[in-house]
């Protein structure tokens, strides 16, 4: 019989294979881990550099394209001045022609004249030959800066290439962060109704946990009371362990939300329900931070009797909108 309990007791000793495949399992997340932080490392440089670089292009442009305005503008002050030559140079041709008829008729005069004419048809023409030569040279230059200007946009069309890349694999990153968080808050409302789901009042809509504030409060008051304490409890003990798990890469934020009702407010210290609201959602917030949460993942919101969810005057749609609202979103 001994025998027969000591082979049991040996059967059932599997303890140290679940700490083997328990530390494998450990040891997979902080590779996969790394991985992750590492990708997410050369995109934050990746993306950093592409500003740098697209700013560096865009000057370069910017001074091609000066330089090709003002070789085009002394392009065409040259044609201008030929236009204006080649004008002179045709009277002083027609001019010519005249001197030369009215020296067969008549005289020594005529023939000075004509070589005075002659003289001035050349010196006309060497200006014309000269604007000609500066007119090449200016092409010349112009296709050179056309060329680079081909060459830069071609270069410009890579790095746009890249930055849309760069941008889309960013997206993608920023998805699965908005995605992530939302699983953390979607885990965070399922354990808050497990906690509360003996309070019927307290409810979550759409991205929203919603507590009424006669839980919490006393009428026209934002000091927390005894069973508003109890309830705000139950909800630091459910974000202290989400809080835990969102890895710190990831930025989020819990909003709390003060609203009220429409009725004027006639309480001292409060002049207005904004006072009021945004005294109250400062109570949960400190609260929620003496608690154990980290006063850079909390902010406190007030929006008195501006957001009500029911635009009734009943009491009923009244006590709907005394409410204090629980969200958690993107910092």
Avoid: C
Wanted: charged share 30%.
């Amino acid at each position: 019989m001994a025998l027969s309990r000591a082979r049991r007791r040996e059967s059932m000793n599997y303890w140290p294979g679940f700490v083997d495949a328990l530390s494998t399992l450990l040891l997979v997340f902080t590779f996969l881990l790394s991985v992750f932080v590492v990708a997410q490392y050369i995109l934050s440089r990746d993306v950093g550099g592409k500003d740098k670089t697209l700013s560096k292009l865009n000057r370069q442009l910017e001074e091609l394209t000066d330089l090709l305005t003002l070789e085009k503008s002394s392009k065409t002050e040259a044609q201008r001045k030929v236009a204006s030559l080649t004008a002179t140079l045709e009277a002083t041709k027609r001019d010519r022609d005249a001197l030369v008829a009215s020296a067969a008729a008549g005289g020594a005069n005529a023939a000075e004249a004509i070589d005075a004419q002659k003289q001035l048809s050349a010196k006309a023409q060497s200006t014309v030959d000269l604007l000609n030569q500066q007119i090449a040279a200016l092409r010349s230059q112009l296709a050179a800066v056309q060329e680079a200007l081909s060459t830069q946009e071609a270069k410009d069309k890579d790095n746009q290439a890249r930055i849309a890349d760069l941008g889309s694999r960013l997206n993608v990153a920023l998805a699965q962060k908005v995605q992530e968080l939302a699983r953390y808050r979607s885990d965070f409302f399922g354990r808050l109704r497990e906690i509360l789901a003996d309070r019927q009042d307290m409810q979550v809509v759409g991205d929203r946990f919603v507590l009424p504030t006669e839980v919490l409060f006393d009428r026209g008051r934002a000091t927390l009371s005894l069973e508003g304490r109890g309830e705000i409890d139950k909800i630091a003990t459910a974000l202290v362990e989400v809080q835990r798990e969102i890895p710190p890469e990831i930025p989020w934020v819990l909003r709390v939300d003060g609203h009220t009702d429409k009725k004027p407010i006639r309480s001292a210290p409060y002049k207005s329900n904004w006072d009021l609201s945004a005294a109250r959602s400062i109570a949960v917030v400190e609260y929620l931070i003496g608690k154990g949460i980290d006063s850079r993942h909390i902010l406190a919101g007030a929006f008195g009797d501006q957001q009500p969810l029911d635009e009734g005057d009943s009491e009923e749609a009244l006590r709907k909108n005394r409410r204090i609202e629980l969200k958690i979103t993107e910092r």
